[in-house]
């Protein structure tokens, strides 16, 4: 069955270093991966978007990049910020993107 | 401003007792959808809908119905809810599709007892 996996421990990470979130998948075949950032008790803000032809997305401090071999999504905030904190998710949708399934999340902690 | 709003954001109820929940997004979106939010299982989507009169089951649509009569409004109908459908629902909408960029509502928390 399709599977799609966030680390579910919390990353805690120092202000101003580089935060590296991973997305994995399998028995899927995603056309595009979202990413979606999620503070507590409100709906998921949309941050990025990657299609299954690109590589790399960039937009201002986030970087995601996107490996269909590997079957494997990473996203990078550089410089992080305390108000970084948040849950951040993943989504994959199919062509003609109907349905998008998203991932458990992982809890991101930027310390000052 | 453009939003995505619900109703009631809050709710309790009891078992059996048929409750409708509001969705409505006021940037002419064509894409609307229903999702659940469960600790340890994710956001997993109920209904979808591409347009009027257009509606289609996500991944979890047992116990729920939805009705898309007018483009901005798509409700989220539980005839009979039953405790193990306690949970955080999020509607969200798109200009197209899954595929672009989803903006969520701010959540309704539905506990039946």
């Known amino acids: 069955s399709q599977k799609i996996e966030q680390n579910s421990e919390a990353l805690n990470i120092q202000e101003g270093k580089t935060a590296t979130l991973t997305c994995n998948y399998t028995?899927?075949?995603?056309?595009?991966l979202q990413w979606y950032r999620q503070d507590p008790g409100r709906g998921p803000v949309f941050l990025l978007l990657?299609?299954?032809?690109?590589k790399e997305k960039r937009k201002e401090r986030l970087k995601v990049t996107f490996d269909t071999t590997l079957k494997q999504s990473l996203f990078h905030i550089t410089a992080s910020q305390p108000a970084d904190s948040a849950t951040y998710l993943c989504a994959l949708g199919r062509n003609a993107g109907n349905m998008l399934t998203f991932g458990g999340g992982t809890r991101l902690m930027v310390k000052p | 401003e453009a939003q995505v709003t619900q109703n009631p954001r809050y709710l309790i109820t009891v078992t059996g007792k048929k409750l409708t929940v509001t969705c409505s997004q006021n940037m002419n979106h064509e894409y609307m959808s229903w999702y659940r939010q469960d600790p340890g299982l994710g956001l997993r989507q109920i209904y979808y809908s591409m347009n009027v009169e257009v509606t289609d089951k996500g991944d979890v649509p047992e116990g729920y119905k939805v009705s898309r009569k007018e483009k901005r409004n798509f409700p989220l109908i539980l005839e009979s809810p039953s405790p193990n459908q306690t949970s955080l629902y999020f509607c969200a909408s798109s200009h197209r599709d899954g595929a672009y960029e989803q903006y969520f509502g701010p959540g309704t928390r539905l506990t039946v007892t």
């Open positions: 990657i299609r299954e032809n690109e």
């Open positions: 028995n899927y075949s995603p056309a595009y």
